[in-house]
Nanobody, 124 residues
Framework: QLQLVESGGGLVQAGGSLRLSCAAS????????IGWFRQAPGKEREFVAG????????YYAESVKGRFTISRDNAKNTVYLQMNSLKPEDTAVYYC?????????????????WGQGTQVTVSS
């Protein structure tokens, strides 16, 4: 079964940047669209960004448009999330997952093979 491992989280000041990575265990990864989600304490998991299997299409939550960029390198079985101009409200555990069925509303229930998450903390 495909496994995903997130990395790159940490503590950063507001206005700073981080790049998250989502590494897959095998090359079946390249056939999946991938989504990044985040979950803050006491809140539901929310969609952040997504990318099609070949990188040709990307989509973002309104709250991160213009600040975050998703990309992928299928040769390395890895998806990235470049996060710039970070805000305290971006603080959360960030997860990547494979899209397992059409997801017109980017619902977490349409994604699978969740990684363990990586903590992002933005201080004010």
């Amino acid at each position: 079964q495909l496994q995903l491992v997130e990395s790159g989280g940490g503590l950063v000041q507001a206005g700073g940047s981080l790049r998250l990575s989502c590494a897959a265990s095998d090359r079946t990864f390249s056939s999946y669209a991938i989504g990044w989600f985040r979950q803050a304490p006491g809140k539901e998991r929310e969609f952040v960004a997504g990318i099609s299997w070949n990188g040709g299409s990307t989509y973002y939550a309104e709250s991160v448009k213009g600040r975050f960029t998703i990309s992928r390198d299928n040769a390395k079985n890895t998806v990235y999330l470049q996060m710039n101009s970070l805000k305290p409200e971006d603080t959360a555990v960030y997860y990547c997952a494979t899209q397992t069925r059409p997801s017109p509303f980017q619902s977490a229930t349409d994604f699978g093979s969740w990684g363990q998450g990586t903590q992002v903390t933005v201080s004010s």
